[in-house]
T-cell receptor, first 113, second 113 residues
Framework: AQSVTQPDIHITVSEGASLELRCNYS??????LFWYVQSPGQGLQLLLK??????LVQGIKGFEAEFKRSQSSFNLRKPSVHWSDAAEYFCAGGSSNTGKLIFGQGTTLQVKP | EAGVAQSPRYKIIEKRQSVAFWCNPI?????LYWYQQILGQGPKLLIQFQNNGVVDDSQLPKDRFSAERLKGVDSTLKIQPAKLEDSAVYLC???????????FGAGTRLSVL
């Protein structure tokens, strides 16, 4: 069955430190992959997407993600975290046929001053 | 460009009552999705429309949930009768086509007492 797993439920980093959020997927074929961010009381905002091509994808707010087929991973990274990055982050895999998204459980990011 | 509009933002009802949510997608977007997000979990697809036809409603509890997208634009999701476990945020998303990037509304937070 198709699935997306985010192993870390909660992560705390210091402001200015680097960040990596993990995402693993299980799909028969390479899915479309996304990272979304959700602030309290808000909808989901797209950070970046991978459809095909270059495996290192740049997104908004200084985020990037790397697609690694051999590890079935699509980890999100940021070199220097800002306090405003505190939020919930969701990785999602999309069917290349229907577009249906399967979301991971989310990772809550806390940023220490 | 206007985003996905949803109303109401919040709704509190008692169990066994009925409730309806409304969504207006981004202009020109053919595909519309309804997701249910239970606290602490990632969104789960309830139903996907392509124009005014249903593409996927496999996870919609059809004994109590219904949705329609008349004229292929606005959509309404209804719950009748509501149960305690229906307490969640209901997110609407739209995309130009499927598969493609999905843009999310702010959601409707439903509390069933």
């Amino acid at each position: 069955a198709q699935s997306v797993t985010q192993p870390d439920i909660h992560i705390t980093v210091s402001e200015g430190a680097s960040l990596e959020l993990r995402c693993n997927y299980s799909y028969g074929a390479t899915p479309y992959l996304f990272w979304y961010v959700q602030s309290p009381g808000q909808g989901l905002q797209l950070l970046l997407k991978y459809f095909s091509g270059d495996t290192l994808v740049q997104g908004i707010k200084g985020f990037e993600a790397e697609f690694k087929r051999s590890q079935s991973s699509f980890n999100l990274r940021k070199p220097s975290v800002h306090w405003s990055d505190a939020a919930e982050y969701f990785c999602a895999g999309g069917s290349s046929n229907t577009g249906k998204l399967i979301f991971g459980q989310g990772t809550t990011l806390q940023v220490k001053p | 460009e206007a985003g996905v509009a949803q109303s109401p933002r919040y709704k509190i009802i008692e169990k066994r009552q009925s409730v309806a949510f409304w969504c207006n997608p981004i202009s020109g977007h053919a595909t519309l999705y309804w997701y249910q997000q239970i606290l602490g979990q990632g969104p789960k697809l309830l139903i996907q429309f392509q124009n005014n036809g249903v593409v996927d409603d496999s996870q919609l509890p059809k004994d109590r949930f219904s949705a329609e997208r008349l004229k292929g634009v606005d959509s309404t999701l209804k719950i009748q009768p509501a149960k305690l476990e229906d307490s969640a945020v209901y997110l609407c998303a739209s995309s130009l086509q499927a598969p493609d990037v999905q843009y999310f509304g702010a959601g409707t937070r439903l509390s069933v007492l």
